[in-house]
């Protein structure tokens, strides 16, 4: 399994930082967690192979984690030649098909029937939904909006678990217990603290309470990157902490 941050910004726009995109790679399955705005022209810049993307992810429905899926939907139709004729599979909490729908209304039919098979999936919490080459996909609600959900991406015994946007959840922690590698959002320092996401503290704590073998930060708003992350993160976590950059990766 191979694991490459795209995107590690968030809604405000920064000079090295693009929003929230994340790739999976383990077999055939090229998983793209998130797609928020300039994720697509950073995959390109980046090197990485956007056509060959066989399923997407979406955690939540703020723009930053949403808006270039239309974007990348109109690569594969007229952004290649010849266009994409492979399926695409895309998942999401409750409420996924509907968006979609609504944001097929605004931008044209074609995003829904691009011209190649695209098929539109909602997870339940307790599903466990089996990807090609025995990779698996599972969602877990947190705290943040009304639909928000986790990710934890499977392959053999190696476990990629993803917070998504997330507030303190003990069961979060939990949840992701002795995963190989916890890719966590790292939004704001103590001083700016909210209950809808993680400071360095909160995130260290909850790689703590899931015995995470590698944390790995993402979704820096420029405050955070003001204090030590590492050094507030490693008050409660032990293990390795990356401070994941644009372009990112690593083998898990």
Not at 29 to 36: E, K, S, T
Not at 51 to 61: E, G, M
Not at 85 to 112: C, D, F, I, K
Not at 121 to 143: G, H, M, N
Request: charged letters at 15%; glycine letters at 10%.
């Amino acid at each position: 399994m191979r694991l490459t941050t795209i995107g590690t910004g968030t809604a405000a726009p920064h000079p090295s930082r693009v929003s929230a995109a994340h790739l999976v790679e383990a077999g055939n399955v090229r998983l793209l967690l998130d797609c928020g705005s300039g994720a697509v022209h950073r995959m390109a810049q980046l090197g990485i192979a956007w056509q060959d993307i066989t399923h997407v992810a979406l955690t939540h429905f703020h723009a930053d984690h949403i808006s270039d899926f239309p974007l990348l939907v109109m690569g594969w139709k007229w952004g290649q030649l010849p266009p994409r004729s492979t399926p695409v599979t895309v998942y999401g909490p409750p409420g996924l098909g509907a968006l979609l729908e609504r944001m097929a209304a605004v931008y044209g039919e074609w995003l829904l029937a691009p011209g190649f098979p695209l098929t539109v999936r909602e997870i339940q919490a307790d599903e466990v939904v089996r990807l090609p080459d025995d990779v698996t996909l599972q969602s877990f609600p947190v705290p943040h909006t009304a639909e928000s959900v986790a990710y934890c991406i499977g392959e053999g015994s190696r476990r990629l678990v993803y917070t998504g946007d997330t507030g303190v959840s003990e069961a979060l922690g939990d949840w992701a217990g002795d995963c190989d590698v916890l890719l966590a959002e790292c939004s704001l320092p103590d001083s700016m603290a909210i209950a809808s996401h993680l400071t360095p503290r909160q995130v260290g704590e909850l790689a703590a309470r899931a015995r995470a073998r590698q944390l790995v930060l993402t979704h820096f708003y420029a405050p955070v990157e003001l204090v030590d992350i590492r050094e507030e993160a490693g008050v409660a976590y032990s293990g390795p902490i990356v401070l994941a950059a644009d372009g990112w990766h690593s083998n898990i």
